[in-house]
């Protein structure tokens, strides 16, 4: 129990002071092994950080981060939204559907929730001013139709969430893609609720031949997910192959299709790539020590004795106040290193299914990236639209409260999460 507390409260120490979470996470694991553990060498520490990110699945995340930030570079979300637009803008609400849909579509290809925002967020507002929504339900549908990215597949923490806990990736993206589906009929939902009540005028009809244009403009890039996914499920490639494939594919349409880029300009993207890759590779392997010695001073087996008499509901309500409060001050990435090792067991001894628990972790992150102080998509927002901090904050709120009633129904009501991976199971 000694090593328990001295890992959590120099952590804490650690970050509170200001220290990259990284390291917060290495050094206490390192000087536990020094001061409490006999027997063990310290070259065990580099030997369980490197095994941490030694994986041949793991290498598909740098791969979709490339992938997600090639296609941030290009055309290939104007064109989703293109395409859109023409399918549904002419409905009650259209416009708001059109960016949940098209974040939706973006997410499939890109996995990445932020790249969705600074990607597709200046031609979202264009469209939802021009169609008279205000600006502060723009900016919270934006943000949130943005996060919703992060649950399909191949969403990046869905990745790192496999990698941590050993769970199918297969299985967390078929969850994945069930989840944000509903969460996106969700968001639709709302914003033609909030057409409806604003009185937002109907533009336009629907054309065919705009909706046949859009199409054929649009066919190169609606091809991405079907190759990533398809691929997957149809058991031709691994998660890690799709991705490599992905990659080379929007590399092939983005520079010699629609040359939205030089091919000379993949290197300054593949630098920025690597920057974020690196970021969250070192927390993998970092994490990696940290619950390696966690294990070994038996914190995972204490919280498993102090959550036996605990109901499952009120586990799942404690778990998912953990992961909201830490991400208001740190992102989710790192939410997940040091958070998932510790929980995964109690949730194993509950029978919960993992791949669900993983979704349920990555739409807390996704929350969090759009909750104050720290969330992310807040200052992105902030950015992107030039706005204050402060109106970042009352764009997003009704858009949180939307989004954790989402979160309590997929929670307590996993029929609902699950629909898609038991449909599959009834045709089987």
Same mark, same amino acid.
């Given at each position: 129990?000694?090593?328990?507390?001295?890992?959590?409260?120099?952590?804490?120490?650690?970050?509170?002071?200001?220290?990259?979470?990284?390291?917060?996470?290495?050094?206490?694991?390192?000087?536990?092994?020094?001061?409490?553990?006999?027997?063990?060498?310290?070259?065990?520490?580099?030997?369980?950080?490197?095994?941490?990110?030694?994986?041949?699945?793991?290498?598909?995340?740098?791969?979709?981060?490339?992938?997600?930030?090639?296609?941030? =570079?290009?055309?290939?979300?104007?064109?989703?939204?293109?395409?859109?637009?023409?399918?549904?803008?002419?409905?009650?609400?259209?416009?708001?559907?059109?960016?949940?849909?098209?974040?939706?579509?973006?997410?499939?290809?890109?996995?990445?929730?932020? $790249?969705?925002?600074?990607?597709?967020?200046?031609?979202?507002?264009?469209?939802? =001013?021009? /169609?008279?929504?205000?600006?502060?339900?723009?900016?919270?549908?934006?943000?949130?139709?943005?996060?919703?990215?992060?649950?399909?597949?191949?969403?990046?923490?869905?990745?790192?969430? $496999?990698?941590? %806990?050993?769970?199918?990736?297969?299985?967390?993206?078929?969850?994945?893609?069930?989840?944000?589906?509903?969460?996106?009929?969700?968001?639709?939902?709302?914003?033609?609720?909030?057409?409806?009540?604003?009185?937002?005028?109907?533009?336009?009809?629907?054309?065919?031949?705009?909706?046949?244009? /859009?199409?054929?403009?649009?066919?190169?890039?609606?091809?991405?997910?079907?190759?990533?996914?398809?691929?997957?499920?149809?058991?031709?490639?691994? &998660?890690?192959?799709?991705?490599?494939?992905?990659?080379?594919?929007?590399?092939?349409?983005?520079?010699?299709?629609?040359?939205?880029?030089?091919?000379?300009?993949?290197?300054?993207?593949?630098?920025?790539?690597?920057?974020?890759?690196?970021?969250?590779?070192?927390?993998?392997?970092?994490?990696?020590?940290?619950?390696?010695?966690?294990?070994?001073?038996?914190?995972?087996?204490?919280?498993?004795?102090?959550?036996?008499?605990?109901?499952?509901?009120?586990?799942?309500?404690?778990?998912?106040?953990?992961?909201?409060?830490?991400?208001?001050?740190?992102?989710?990435?790192?939410?997940?290193?040091?958070?998932?090792?510790?929980?995964?067991?109690?949730?194993? =001894?509950?029978?919960?299914?993992?791949?669900?628990?993983?979704?349920?972790?990555?739409?807390?992150?996704?929350?969090? %990236?759009? %909750?104050?102080?720290?969330?992310?998509?807040?200052?992105?927002?902030?950015?992107?639209?030039?706005?204050?901090?402060?109106?970042?904050? =009352?764009?997003?709120?009704?858009?949180?409260?939307?989004?954790?009633?989402?979160?309590?129904?997929?929670?307590?009501? &996993?029929?609902?999460?699950?629909?898609?991976?038991?449909?599959?199971?009834?045709?089987?």
């Amino acid at each position: 129990m000694t090593t328990g507390v001295f890992l959590v409260m120099m952590m804490i120490a650690l970050l509170f002071i200001g220290f990259p979470v990284f390291v917060a996470l290495a050094m206490p694991a390192a000087l536990a092994i020094h001061l409490f553990i006999t027997g063990v060498e310290p070259t065990i520490v580099v030997q369980r950080m490197i095994s941490g990110v030694n994986s041949f699945t793991l290498l598909s995340l740098p791969l979709f981060v490339l992938l997600a930030d090639i296609i941030a =570079r290009g055309v290939m979300g104007e064109k989703i939204i293109n395409l859109t637009k023409e399918m549904v803008g002419h409905l009650k609400g259209g416009i708001a559907i059109t960016v949940v849909l098209a974040s939706l579509v973006f997410g499939a290809i890109s996995g990445s929730g932020t $790249a969705s925002m600074l990607a597709l967020g200046s031609v979202f507002l264009v469209a939802l =001013r021009q /169609s008279n929504y205000d600006d502060i339900f723009s900016y919270g549908l934006i943000s949130t139709s943005s996060s919703l990215s992060s649950l399909i597949p191949p969403g990046v923490a869905m990745i790192l969430y $496999a990698t941590i %806990t050993g769970t199918s990736v297969q299985d967390v993206f078929l969850v994945g893609l069930s989840m944000g589906i509903v969460f996106g009929v969700i968001l639709a939902a709302y914003g033609v609720f909030y057409a409806v009540k604003n009185k937002i005028p109907v533009t336009g009809k629907f054309n065919l031949k705009a909706f046949l244009k /859009s199409l054929k403009e649009g066919f190169w890039t609606i091809i991405a997910p079907v190759l990533i996914l398809g691929g997957i499920y149809g058991g031709f490639v691994t &998660p890690t192959e799709a991705a490599a494939l992905a990659v080379v594919y929007a590399l092939i349409i983005e520079v010699f299709v629609y040359r939205s880029f030089k091919l000379k300009e993949i290197f300054s993207i593949a630098i920025e790539s690597a920057k974020t890759s690196t970021m969250i590779l070192v927390l993998i392997s970092a994490g990696t020590i940290m619950s390696w010695v966690m294990t070994i001073a038996q914190i995972p087996q204490t919280v498993g004795q102090l959550l036996l008499n605990v109901p499952d509901s009120m586990v799942l309500l404690i778990i998912t106040l953990v992961f909201i409060t830490l991400g208001m001050f740190i992102d989710g990435f790192s939410a997940m290193v040091i958070m998932v090792p510790i929980l995964f067991p109690v949730i194993q =001894r509950m029978g919960m299914d993992p791949a669900l628990f993983g979704l349920l972790i990555v739409l807390n992150t996704a929350i969090g %990236t759009n %909750t104050p102080p720290f969330g992310i998509h807040i200052f992105a927002g902030v950015s992107k639209f030039n706005v204050s901090y402060i109106t970042m904050v =009352r764009a997003l709120m009704p858009f949180v409260i939307l989004s954790l009633i989402s979160l309590l129904i997929f929670t307590y009501m &996993p029929g609902v999460a699950l629909w898609l991976p038991n449909l599959l199971k009834f045709f089987s």
